[in-house]
T-cell receptor, first 113, second 115 residues
Framework: QKEVEQNSGPLSVPEGAIASLNCTYS??????FFWYRQYSGKSPELIMS????GDKEDGRFTAQLNKASQYVSLLIRDSQPSDSATYLC?????????????FGGGTRLMVKP | SAVISQKPSRDICQRGTSLTIQCQVD?????MFWYRQQPGQSLTLIAT?????????ESGFVIDKFPISRPNLTFSTLTVSNMSPEDSSIYLC????????????FGPGTRLLVL
């Protein structure tokens, strides 16, 4: 069974700090990795995707992937109160058993002014 | 990314009744998916809505309880049948665009409360 694990939090950081969100996954053949942001009462919004080992930067967001360690992370630089939300890690796997996007339980981030 | 709308945005229903949720996309998409998000939980895939064929259901979900239609490449419906309070949840439609099967974008969701 494919599993995606995240610390539920809450992760509390002061405004302007770097927030580090982590995710591990169980299926070694997983190919694609995504971070979604979900504000309370809203639907998930895609913020980052990463497919190969290393770092991928987009504005204040950096996704990091290490397939050998089956680990993906999201760094948010210069955190703002508006970044307070639940961040969902999602992992896509396509193999003989089929293909599926599996979500982690989410990490709640609180950025304090 | 595609613009996705869902109707209704929320509803309060009596147990034993059924509710049909609509998902409309502003462009043709390959894949449409239906998820459930129970309070305080993450997303659970109910089924993949296939155009022109029956939906593919995940373990724990059955067609009699969650019938799905996909009449064309821009529209799908999910019916929650014979509802009980345990069906109270947010139901989300998502789509993946041609060539990007694994990247999914979500509609605004339908908040369902069953009394």
């Amino acid at each position: 069974q494919k599993e995606v694990e995240q610390n539920s939090g809450p992760l509390s950081v002061p405004e302007g700090a770097i927030a580090s969100l982590n995710c591990t996954y169980s299926d070694r053949v997983s190919q694609s990795f995504f971070w979604y942001r979900q504000y309370s009462g809203k639907s998930p919004e895609l913020i980052m995707s990463i497919y190969s080992n290393g770092d991928k930067e987009d504005g204040r967001f950096t996704a990091q992937l290490n397939k050998a360690s089956q680990y993906v992370s999201l760094l948010i630089r210069d955190s703002q109160p508006s970044d307070s939300a639940t961040y969902l890690c999602a992992v896509y796997t396509d193999n003989n058993a089929g293909n599926m996007l599996t979500f982690g339980g989410g990490t709640r981030l609180m950025v304090k002014p | 990314s595609a613009v996705i709308s869902q109707k209704p945005s929320r509803d309060i229903c009596q147990r034993g009744t059924s509710l049909t949720i609509q998902c409309q996309v502003d462009s043709q998409v390959t894949m449409m998916f239906w998820y459930r998000q129970q309070p305080g939980q993450s997303l659970t895939l109910i089924a993949t809505a296939n155009q022109g064929s029956e939906a593919t259901y995940e373990s724990g979900f059955v067609i009699d309880k969650f019938p799905i239609s996909r009449p064309n490449l821009t529209f799908s419906t999910l019916t929650v049948s014979n509802m009980s309070p345990e069906d109270s949840s947010i139901y989300l439609c998502s789509v993946s665009t041609p060539g990007g099967q694994e990247t999914q974008y979500f509609g605004p969701g339908t908040r369902l409360l069953v009394l």
